[in-house]
């Protein structure tokens, strides 16, 4: 049984664990802002709830197995000076960490094909947070070499997303008068996603 | 005189993300897509430091160190790993393969600069 499951939160949280078989023969976990999570299992569903952030499902064929994020780039506060290159690189990283941990369940970067979800904009006047989310994931997997097989992005609703990873099958459905339930904390731009601190040198 | 950075990185985003922050600060920057790659070219690049990620294909970044260790031009290179990765059994590993320190990803490109200042020699 390849019941691999990896689940890496932002932080010290252990992340989530597959909850109890449903009627609908999946093992459920959510995903949310900030988390990921990668599997070959048959049985295990990723869902997640969507409104500007974006969601990658990433699939390699041979190897069977799929993973998802759900990141934001940033969501700054009136006023708050936005650093387009800080909101890049945290979206590399976002990626990164995503890619790394398909690659450690036996995925190759060459045969990666993905799903994107996500980057609506749910408040008419506001800076289009969810374009600028939905423009850089795109930007992404371009520079990356990575196909885009299914691309839903844009929109002012949010979506739930479910991703079964071990088919790299996703579908969408629109959310049309709820608020994602993924907490709206602020993505940390430059901060730790890792206990360690990131960005400093350790010299040997 | 003008030095020269070699990153090693399978990504293309993260590779002209280090591209973007280096030779903003002035350093000549060549950039390789694995470790096999690396040591292609690693002869021509003359760098005066590389900046390798980990995992990679074909060769990853352990493997990279002590190759480059092992040459007999470019043994005593400084050699910082930039990865996502940060268990002290990794570093342990890079420590003894040869590296010359660890940084974790996300890269801060201050921290960045003011790291490769205090290793290039």
Redesign the interface.
Known sequence: MNAQVGIAGTGAKPGAKPGALRADGFRHIGIIQGDRGVSADPQIMFSTVLGSCVAACLYDPEAKVGGINHFLLGEPQPGQVVDP?AQ???G??A???L??DM??HGA???RLRAHLYGGANLHAGMRAIGSDNAAFAVR?LQ???IPLIVRDLGGNSARRIDFQPALGRSRAKLVRDAVPAAPRRPAPI?A???A????????? | MTRTIMTVD?????R??LR?ALAGEGYQVETAEDGVDALERIDDAEPDLVITDI?M?RMDGFELIEAVRGHHRWGNLPI?VLS?E?SDEK?QR??SAG???????????V??S??VR??LV
């Open positions: 290159a890049h690189r945290y590399v990283h990626m990164e960490l890619i790394n690659l450690r190759r970067r060459d992404f520079q990356d070499r430059s730790p996603v890792h360690v601190a990131s960005g400093d040198l350790d010299l040997f | 399978d990504s293309p985003s993260m002209a993300l973007h995992n294909p910082l996502t940060f570093k890079a420590r590296a010359t320190g660890w940084i974790v990803k996300p890269f801060d490109p921290k960045l003011a790291a205090r290793v």
